[in-house]
């Protein structure tokens, strides 16, 4: 099992729908979690933490499910801005990174 | 600003030549990493220091060398023995430490290296 595991895609929604992306990590003893967004040829930028009781931020969610070992991603109102790719990253000594998900949004 | 400068933004290696990417950083931040990632593919690490002087290699680290002899720079050397170097070359810095053990890192905008 890959340490971080993330369904590549694509997403293709339009706007206004809610999209959800989850990742999968093989460490059970992994303390910190994070989002990240990457624009095309771009570096990846924070997106959000993930804590362990869940948190929010405007129109994005980010849960933790400890037992399951997986994190998730949840976008409200999809805007034609959001398309972009979103990396899961996981603490180790360094942040490991899953491969991605891509998401695209259409009018 | 604050912030993680990499340069070049381009780079272009011929046969059988080192080339060194530049990343420095004015965060104070005391651990610096090198990740490469190559298309549609994620970030892999390549090396990574937590504290100046000292450095660590990460899952790829064959045909690269670091330095880290200040806190503010972490050069990465593409060697003539790394033979597919032609990826996006991304170094990031993060606290440590304490209650700093739970920060993210922060990225500079990267190096694209070709082979000419």
């Known amino acids: 099992r890959k340490e971080v595991e993330q369904d590549p895609g694509p997403f293709n929604v339009p706007e206004g729908a809610t999209v959800a992306f989850n990742c999968t990590y093989s460490n059970s003893a992994s303390q910190s979690f994070f989002w990240y967004r990457q624009d095309c040829r771009k570096e990846p930028k924070l997106l959000m933490s993930?804590?362990?009781s869940g948190n929010e931020d405007g129109r994005f969610t980010a849960q933790l499910n400890r037992a399951s070992q997986y994190i998730s991603l949840l976008i409200r109102d999809s805007k034609l801005s959001d398309s972009a790719t979103y990396l899961c990253?996981?603490?180790?000594?360094?942040?490991?990174f899953g491969k991605g998900t891509t998401l695209s949004v259409s009018s | 600003d604050g912030g993680i400068t990499q340069s070049p933004k381009y780079l272009f290696r011929k046969e059988g030549q080192n080339v060194t990417l530049s990343c420095e950083q004015n965060?104070?931040?005391?651990?610096m990493y090198w990740y490469r990632q190559d298309p549609g593919q994620g970030l892999r690490l390549i090396y990574y220091s937590q504290i100046v002087n000292d450095f660590q290699k990460g899952d790829i680290a064959e045909g690269y060398s670091v330095s880290r002899e200040k806190k503010e720079s972490f050069p990465l050397t593409v060697t003539s023995a790394q033979k597919n170097p032609t990826a996006f070359y991304l170094c990031?810095?993060?606290?440590?430490?304490?209650?700093?053990?739970?920060?993210?890192?922060?990225f500079g905008d990267g190096t694209r290296l070709s082979i000419l």
């Open positions: 990253a996981v603490k180790g000594t360094a942040l490991i």
């Open positions: 990031a810095s993060s606290v440590t430490g304490g209650d700093y053990s739970n920060q993210p890192q922060h």
């Open positions: 965060l104070n931040h005391d651990a």
């Open positions: 993930v804590y362990s």
